[in-house]
């Protein structure tokens, strides 16, 4: 800080702490990729889910298909 009565810039006599502004900076730069990692891993979620949803639609379409086939198989019989 200057003192009352002289003049000139405050930098010429405040020292600025670089390493602290570069803990800082580093600080918001690792916030944001933590922010970018949290949204990828949601939409990487959210396609998981929707892989699943469909896994699970093959699954049960190929199980109807099997019981249809062998509920006409015991129809035909039974008609013989």
Excluded: C
């Amino acid at each position: 800080m200057t003192k009352p009565g002289e003049g000139g810039s405050r930098f010429l006599y405040d020292s600025f702490d670089a390493a602290h502004a570069r803990i800082d900076a580093n600080e918001r730069v690792a916030e944001e990729r933590w922010h970018a990692l949290e949204y990828r891993l949601g939409r990487i979620d959210d396609a998981l889910e929707r892989l699943e949803k469909r896994i699970w639609l093959g699954v049960y379409g190929v199980a109807a298909f099997l019981l249809a086939q062998g509920a006409e198989a015991l129809l035909k019989a039974a008609m013989r």
